[in-house]
């Protein structure tokens, strides 16, 4: 199947991202410009108005090219992706996050990596040559690559990156790994990517620069480091 038959549902979840949406709407039409797709944004309920927005942004685009897919409120990240997924009509789905730190500009790498390997997922990385970090302290740095790294040791899942959220997936691949998956928040990435990797999917890597969001406030604290290390656990028992 060649790129032409394919389409790609971009599943982008929202909450308070008013100031971000807009942009990245804008990049990923100005990346995937040859390419058949369409934008799912799933917002939980943000009293910022971002709603709002995605409405003025459909009277631009077209709302057969950007969905809004509203939740009432803040219900995690995974149960946003399946919301997002009943409502796709792609035979592959991105996922991304809404705050820039997932640039748009690798979205063609993605789908070229897959065309090339035949992939079942392409999941970004900032763990490999070409990959990388931007706006972080050394604390964050070292947090999340010591994360990462007892991640590998633990689990021996078989990609570089286990917490990125930034990944193509095919969609009967998504819907497979996704219902075999109970974890929430942040851990929800971690289980989703080793899950697939125990299931015997083939994963491909692509290199990227995660960049610190640019507007709004970060979204990571203690609780969520405590909740990761706790998935980590639960994921050394359960696969």
């Not at 409120?73 to 992706?81: D, E, I, M, Q």
């Not at 897959?114 to 970004?124: D, F, K, P, R, Y």
């Not at 990571?220 to 980590?232: D, Q, W």
Request: aromatic share 10%; net charge positive; hydrophobic share 40%.
């Amino acid at each position: 199947m060649d790129a032409a038959k394919k389409k790609y549902s971009i599943i982008v979840p929202t909450y308070n991202e008013r100031l971000n949406i807009a942009l990245i709407v804008y990049l990923i039409f100005k990346h995937l410009r040859d390419v058949d797709f369409e934008i799912i944004v799933v917002d939980d309920g943000s009293p910022d108005g971002t709603q709002e927005v995605v409405k003025q942004l459909q009277t631009l685009y077209g709302e057969d090219r950007i969905l809004l897919r509203p939740r009432p409120k803040k219900l995690g990240l995974g149960t946003a992706y399946i919301h997002g997924l009943k409502h796709a009509s792609g035979n592959f789905v991105v996922i991304m996050d809404a705050d820039l730190s997932h640039h748009p500009k690798y979205l063609p790498s993605f789908i070229k990596k897959q065309l090339e390997t035949g992939a079942s997922i392409v999941t970004g990385t900032r763990y490999v040559k070409g990959g990388g970090v931007h706006g972080w302290n050394l604390m964050r740095k070292l947090t999340s690559r010591g994360a990462n790294v007892l991640a590998q040791t633990l689990l021996w899942p078989g990609v570089s990156d286990l917490t990125g959220s930034f990944r193509l997936y095919k969609k009967s691949v998504l819907e497979d790994v996704i219902s075999s998956c109970v974890s929430k928040g942040y851990v929800f990435q971690m289980e989703m990517i080793v899950r697939a990797s125990r299931k015997g999917y083939h994963i491909e890597e692509v290199p990227i620069t995660f960049v610190d969001r640019v507007f709004g406030s970060s979204k990571l604290g203690g609780s969520e480091i405590v909740e990761y290390l706790k998935g980590l656990v639960y994921l050394l028992m359960t696969t």
